[in-house]
């Protein structure tokens, strides 16, 4: 299964799912993010409901792999993805052989492809979700994100607060 078909599957299934589309609706209409904004905000905040857990710990996420209808090669890919993703703030280190590092960690990702409509160039940054491709775990793929460049001095200062203070990334 190519791994843009696997995660609108995730998407389309809990598009059908009412608990999902409420707390998605409430937080688009808090935030006033239109539906339509297909690069930006909406893209993160759709997959921010799909991967943070709520109030009992349990993630929508969860939800599908226990009620979807799955094969066990995708259940695999699911349960590894659950397992392995992370969201975090990626400066892209090679464009033509796709290589990505976290500024908060410095660790670096050979990338199979950038899943984005934007073009991205060495010393961009990404918000991005990342999940291994496979088992292997030597290439990620981006599930869900937003590409966006910055002057070099913001991403350095942005770098250099991380590692003073050690905030987590959802502490930004």
Request: charged content about 30%; hydrophobic content about 40%.
């Amino acid at each position: 299964m190519k791994q843009i078909a696997a995660y609108n599957r995730i998407i389309d299934f809990l598009m059908r799912q009412s608990f999902f589309i409420d707390a998605l609706h409430k937080t688009l209409v808090e935030l006033k993010v239109s539906k339509d904004d297909k690069i930006g905000a909406y893209v993160v905040l759709l997959d921010a409901h799909i991967f943070e857990p709520d109030k009992k710990g349990m993630t929508p996420f969860d939800y599908f792999l226990e009620n979807a209808k799955l094969t066990s090669d995708q259940e695999k890919i699911y349960k590894l993805w659950r397992e392995n993703t992370f969201f975090s703030l990626f400066e892209v280190v090679d464009a033509k052989r796709p290589q990505i590092a976290d500024i908060v960690s410095n660790k670096s990702y050979k990338i199979d492809s950038f899943i984005t409509n934007v073009k991205v160039k060495p010393g961009d940054l990404i918000t991005a979700r990342i999940a291994p491709k496979d088992e292997k775990k030597d290439a990620w793929i981006i599930l869900a994100g937003n590409a966006t460049s910055y002057p070099k001095e913001a991403i350095e200062i942005l770098k250099r607060e991380l590692t003073r203070d050690s905030y987590g990334i959802n502490e930004l």
